[in-house]
């Protein structure tokens, strides 16, 4: 049989220091870990995460603290700019498109950027420059209840 037995005996006025100092040691030994910029904040990618349509105004409320947590990241721009674009709110929706097309000619070519996030902010640049340009976005006034409309019965051109 073998029996194991203590051959020192700490007591807790000499353990509790004794801990401490190894603590800290071990602390002062290892390696500092990385900084990471969205630990603090919301991640680059948070704007569309659990976006409920009857919502809208909340989820552009998050992706708002997104783009401020990332203000040199074009991808945020362009999901709020989504956002915008589903709330109707068509002219901050263009700003965004086109700040998010400015940043993306910043990022560094390599690593390259996503391939289809480069598209997408690219189609809605464009949209967003043949929007502006049009003769609807011209349109000061809606109009009126009673114009006829194609749907209607008696309407020209039925």
């Known amino acids: 049989?073998?029996?194991l037995q203590r051959s020192t005996r700490f007591t807790s006025r000499s353990a509790v220091p004794a801990g401490l100092g190894l603590a800290l040691l071990l602390s002062a030994c290892g390696p500092e870990p990385p900084a990471d910029p969205e630990a603090a904040g919301p991640r680059r990618d948070a704007c569309l995460k659990e976006v409920v349509i009857d919502q809208i105004t909340a989820a552009?409320?998050?992706?708002?603290?997104?783009?401020?947590?990332h203000p040199s990241q074009p991808q945020p721009r362009n999901e709020r700019a989504l956002l915008l674009s589903?709330?109707?709110?068509?002219?901050e929706a263009c700003r965004d498109s086109l700040a998010a097309a400015r940043l993306l000619a910043r990022v560094p070519a390599k690593p390259a950027p996503d391939p289809a996030?480069?598209?997408e902010i690219r189609l809605r640049r464009q949209s967003c420059i043949d929007w502006q340009g049009s003769e609807a976005r011209r349109l000061t006034t809606p109009p009126t209840g009673g114009a006829p409309s194609a749907a209607t019965p008696g309407a020209p051109g039925r």
């Open 1 to 3: 049989m073998i029996v």
């Open 60 to 69: 552009i409320q998050r992706c708002d603290a997104v783009v401020a947590a």
């Open 86 to 91: 589903l709330a109707g709110r068509s002219e």
């Open 117 to 119: 996030l480069v598209e």
